[in-house]
């Protein structure tokens, strides 16, 4: 029988994982996405969007947001310390971008193609910091970091591209 000693380490062990490092980004999407320009609101950023970009971006973002939270949470190598300033640096430009388009909508950096997909490029940064942070699973022994760099690399592949459509069509050249 398990002792709830034991079940509070169990829960503290998986407690600390790399998923609550994307805690703050949820959030800020949550909070912030309905002050982004139009072109980013719902309804038109998925209108006509081919099926297999939703479905490849959608299917890879789960993966993406649901792996970190199998990940402990370490800082003891090199590569982990290194992983988390590449977050922190990461997360700084994304929220960074955001900022940009929201306070500055018609501004010719929101309207170029580099300032309105940098919500969409921009995580890459701050997913290969999760990438060098998630090292191991909480189980098995077969997983490597760069299993975690190869999906979001594909996720945000997906996701630029499908920012890209949107632009194409809100800002057509």
Known sequence: ????AA????????????????LPAIVWNVAFASFLPPAFQPAEFWRNIPNVLAFSENTLRVAVFVLPFCMPLRLNTQRERTGILVFAAGSVLYFASWLALIAFPASS???SAV???APAY???VWLFGLALLGGRLFWGHIYRWW???VLALLFDLSHVSHAFIVYSRNYPA
């Open 147 to 149: 299993v975690y760099l």
């Open 122 to 124: 921009t995580p890459i």
């Open 109 to 111: 950096w929101a309207t």
């Open 7 to 22: 079940r509070l380490w169990s829960f503290r062990r998986y407690s600390a994982s790399c998923g609550l490092l994307l």
């Open 115 to 117: 300032g309105f997909l």
């Open 1 to 4: 029988m398990e002792t709830s």
